[in-house]
């Protein structure tokens, strides 16, 4: 690590900024407004699409916990990238998928 970044340089840092670089964001509220400009809609879904307007609803409404949960399922990670789901790479997509008959 030395080879890279030495431990000098890592004083600028407080504790809870070399927390957010290594592990990401955390208990940040998710508004509506974040999340229609990050999210990535496709395969029949628009911004003024119903289903994405109520999605976006309860996910504003997610406490911390009901939001690493999602964020786990999302990604494998329990937290998102510093600058939340903006940064987040691929960018979370949501896809129309009509149910198929049996």
Excluded at 54 to 80: D, H, I, R
Aim: hydrophobic share 45%; aromatic share 10%.
């Amino acid at each position: 690590f030395d080879d890279v970044c030495s431990h000098a340089s890592l004083n600028i840092f407080s504790l809870s900024d070399l927390g957010r670089l290594f592990s990401g964001m955390s208990g940040q509220p998710w508004r509506v407004e974040d999340l229609a400009a990050a999210v990535k809609l496709d395969h029949g879904y628009r911004a003024d699409s119903d289903a994405i307007s109520l999605l976006f609803e309860v996910m504003s409404e997610f406490n911390a916990k009901e939001q690493g949960l999602f964020v786990s399922f999302l990604t494998g990670s329990a937290n998102l990238p510093v600058g939340g789901f903006k940064n987040l790479r691929p960018p979370m997509t949501v896809v129309r998928k009509d149910a198929q008959p049996l």
